[in-house]
């Protein structure tokens, strides 16, 4: 069930993002806080960078390491503490749950968040090992913000000799401690909207546990791979 969503999440942690706004249907939905706060001194580097800078220093201090090791576990390392910081899973997961988030239990959402965090990491991991090249680079293009922004779109474009680049889009919401990133989208290809496809496919087919199960299961054979 995952197979073009994995697609997607190669695409992705190519450029670093490792890892939105919804659309119309609900734009409503504003994006829920970090559920976990990374260290002080990460918190209060975000909390003084624009969105743009921040985008631009997590890509340099990323693909420097990854241009020097392909060692998974190297790689999940570098997800986990350069990466995933930035990221606000809480909302990335309500907002791929979509409408069957209210449905589900408090546990349900906190099994849902872990497993669909667990998901990303190892997938954004796994590509990253396979996929970066010595000559990609990305450009950051500047984002100008207003004082009164709360919500911007950080736009950059993978660039690999030989190849088109990629167009990448970090949409962003100020947070506590700072910017954090709830949705990614490559070539006008939502990570969020992508996954709420799949996701309400299996909640239809088996419910809220079915995909907690799925997801889980997943995790587990990524892990044992």
């Known amino acids: 069930m995952f197979g073009k ?38 918190t209060s580097a ?19 390491v990854i241009k020097t090791t392909k060692d998974k576990r ?3 390392e570098v997800v ?17 749950v979509g409408r069957h988030w209210r449905e589900a239990s408090p546990a349900q959402q906190k099994s849902l968040e872990n497993a669909f965090r667990s998901l990303l990491v190892n997938t954004y991991a796994t590509a990253l090992s396979q ?19 709360d919500d911007v779109t950080v736009k950059t474009l993978v660039k690999e000799t030989g190849r088109k680049a990629i167009a990448i889009d970090y949409r962003m919401a100020k947070a506590t401690g700072g910017w954090m990133v709830y949705d990614v989208v490559v070539e006008n290809l939502s990570l969020v909207t992508n996954y709420r496809g799949t996701f309400n496919s299996e909640i239809g087919k088996s419910g809220i546990d079915g995909l907690i199960k799925s997801l889980e299961a997943k995790n587990k054979h990524n892990a044992e791979g």
């Open 74 to 76: 190297a790689l999940n």
């Open 5 to 42: 969503v994995a697609q997607l999440g190669t695409m992705l942690t190519m450029v670093i993002t490792a890892t939105s706004a919804v659309y119309a249907q609900t734009a409503t939905d504003a994006p829920a806080k970090p559920t976990a706060a990374p260290a002080a001194i990460e």
């Open 131 to 149: 996929s970066t090249t010595a000559d990609q680079s990305v450009e950051v293009r500047p984002s100008p913000v207003k004082p009164a922004d």
């Open 46 to 64: 975000r909390a003084q960078s624009t969105p743009d800078a921040l985008v631009k220093s997590t890509v340099d201090e990323v693909l420097g």
């Open 80 to 96: 986990e503490k350069k990466v995933l910081p930035n990221f606000d899973f809480g909302a990335m997961t309500r907002l791929a």
